[in-house]
């Protein structure tokens, strides 16, 4: 009797510990996934991390969270790629020409001066099967990070001053310009001023004590920080600043499959929303620059006049990026060609 007794207690802890002792199955877990941005809330980034963020509860019915830090409360510019390439945390939007001091490719987004100048090509280019094995090849390998989604933190960028108006290369003569990267300095410096590499989050307080001159940042950028308070003239002319938001590879290759899925459905609605919302806020963006600073929108001569001067630069990149570079140089050129003719 008292065996059986012993039995039947020894079966009853078992299930018990079946029913409470086990950890959630996967059916059952849940997964958290910090995503961490650099730009105020107010930026039109930070609210397409908030659509994604929604959009992944949705799609993963409530199993991967999505939280989202922007202001750069856990990684500040320059420390946000190397954080998700170690796994120190999950996700990141990133300028992609942050990175060309790892790799020159990633200087891609600013040979696109002046040849990508609306919507249709920016798009059309960076969905380009070549753009996406060249740029995605170049994260996974290097950085071990998987580009979900490509936006834009701009496609409208500004020269800003406060000294006098850009419209022509020679009005940069000797000022400091803050810039975001180093094929963008070699830009400013080759037109005469001199680039200071900063990131967009210092360089309002740079331009209030006179650290600099002034900025090349984008519209959206320069809109969210209220850049009029610091500066009088701004350049308006139409390129692109590139963001991908990466995820760390080890990190997406631990979920199963189904919430893979549902996390790259998310990011293709999200890259969807987040280039449309870009397209009316700019429009927005562009009328409240231009009741706060002094705006010069460059014409469609002046555009090709200042591509010429950083021809010489384009000529340098695709030098040192081989293959790879001139086929990305190569599609570019196509693209706007094709847009311009209609195709």
């Known amino acids: 009797m008292k065996k059986m007794m012993r039995c039947l207690a020894i079966g009853l802890f078992a299930a018990v510990w079946l029913m409470y002792g086990i950890p959630a199955s996967g059916a059952e877990q849940t997964y958290k996934i910090r995503l961490t941005l650099y730009w105020p809330p107010s930026h039109h980034l930070v609210k397409t991390a908030n659509f994604f963020s929604d959009r992944v509860k949705e799609h993963t019915q409530g199993r991967v969270v999505v939280e989202v830090y922007p202001s750069g409360q856990l990684y500040s510019q320059a420390e946000s790629l190397k954080a998700v390439s170690m796994g120190s945390i999950e996700m990141s939007d990133e300028f992609m020409g942050k990175a060309e001091t790892i790799d020159p490719l990633w200087g891609v987004v600013q040979t696109n001066m002046f040849v990508l100048t609306d919507y249709q090509m920016l798009w059309k280019y960076f969905d380009h099967p070549k753009f996406r094995e060249i740029i995605g090849g170049l994260y996974i390998n290097k950085m071990k990070v998987k580009p979900l989604f490509i936006v834009a933190s701009g496609s409208y960028m500004m020269l800003t001053n406060s000294k006098n108006p850009i419209s022509k290369p020679a009005d940069l003569s ?106 009316k806020i700019e429009a927005e963006q562009i009328k409240i620059l231009k009741s706060k600073m002094t705006v010069h929108a460059l014409t469609a001569k002046e555009t090709e006049a200042w591509a010429q001067t950083i021809q010489p630069l384009i000529d340098k990149w695709v030098k040192a ?21 209609g195709k």
């Open 174 to 279: 000797k000022k400091l310009i803050r810039v975001p990267s180093k094929s963008i300095m070699e830009m400013i410096n080759l037109w005469g001023g001199k680039g200071v590499i900063m990131s967009s989050g210092e360089q309002i307080m740079a331009m209030q004590v006179g650290t600099v001159d002034g900025s090349w940042t984008s519209l959206g950028d320069g809109v969210s920080r209220q850049i009029w308070d610091v500066q009088k003239y701004a350049m308006l002319f139409q390129s692109c600043v590139t963001h991908p938001f990466v995820i760390n590879m080890r990190f997406f290759n631990s979920l199963p499959q189904g919430l893979q899925k549902g996390i790259e459905k998310a990011a293709l609605e999200t890259q969807d929303h987040g280039r449309k919302e870009l397209e």
């Open 321 to 341: 990026t081989g293959e790879k570079g001139k086929a990305l140089r190569d599609i570019m050129v196509q693209v706007r060609k094709d847009v311009l003719a």
